[in-house]
T-cell receptor, first 112, second 116 residues
Framework: GEDVEQSLFLSVREGDSSVINCTYT??????LYWYKQEPGAGLQLLTY?????DMKQDQRLTVLLNKKDKHLSLRIADTQTGDSAIYFC????????????FGKGTKLSVKP | GAGVSQTPSNKVTEKGKYVELRCDPI?????LYWYRQSLGQGPEFLIY????????DSGLPNDRFFAVRPEGSVSTLKIQRTERGDSAVYLC??????????????FGPGTRLTVL
């Protein structure tokens, strides 16, 4: 069956790098996503990666995909207190098979 | 431009009552999704509309849940005979679905449903 797993908590100091990890089970997933959820706010898409890519960089964000191990990671460089939030990994198929399958989320706490 | 909006933002009801939750997608988005997020969990897919029709309703938990999108824009999620286990945040998302590949889903702020 489909399942997305994430560790539940991560705590880092301001200025350090954060690495949030995720594993998924469905090898036919076409796209993998990282969403951010702040208290009282909706889900915000941070970045996504197509399944035939290994890496994607977008400013402070680096996504690494190991398709063989079905492992996805999100690295946030120079983590700031404003990055404190819950980060969700999700897998999807794109196109007409639109629904996303989310992990339980990793709560990132950034200490000053 | 306006994002996805959902009303009400909060809904408190009693066990056994009927509720309707509304979603206004981004104008022009043909795809609309409903998800449910329980406390401490990630969003869980309920139903997906392409235009007016439900393309995939495999996530609806039982026949107490029903959703419509009669004109291909606004959608209403309807829950009959609510149970305490239905308490959650109900999220709506829309997508332009312009091409067969990647289509970003834009999420609304959600409706927090509490069943007493």
């Amino acid at each position: 069956g489909e399942d997305v797993e994430q560790s539940l908590f991560l705590s880092v100091r301001e200025g350090d790098s954060s690495v949030i990890n995720c594993t998924y089970t469905d090898s036919s997933s076409t796209y993998l996503y990282w969403y951010k959820q702040e208290p009282g706010a909706g889900l915000q898409l941070l970045t996504y990666i197509f399944s035939n890519m290994d890496m994607k960089q977008d400013q402070r964000l680096t996504v690494l995909l190991n398709k063989k191990d079905k492992h996805l990671s999100l690295r946030i460089a120079d983590t700031q207190t404003g990055d404190s939030a819950i980060y969700f990994c999700a897998e999807g198929y794109g196109g007409s098979q639109g629904n996303l399958i989310f992990g339980k989320g990793t709560k990132l706490s950034v200490k000053p | 431009g306006a994002g996805v909006s959902q009303t009400p933002s909060n809904k408190v009801t009693e066990k056994g009552k009927y509720v309707e939750l509304r979603c206004d997608p981004i104008s022009g988005h043909t795809a609309l999704y409903w998800y449910r997020q329980s406390l401490g969990q990630g969003p869980e897919f309920l139903i997906y509309f392409q235009g007016t029709g439900a393309a995939d309703d495999s996530g609806l938990p039982n026949d107490r849940f029903f959703a419509v999108r009669p004109e291909g824009s606004v959608s209403t999620l309807k829950i009959q005979r609510t149970e305490r286990g239905d308490s959650a945040v109900y999220l709506c998302a829309s997508s332009p679905q312009r091409n067969p590949g990647y289509n970003e889903q834009f999420f609304g702020p959600g409706t927090r449903l509490t069943v007493l």
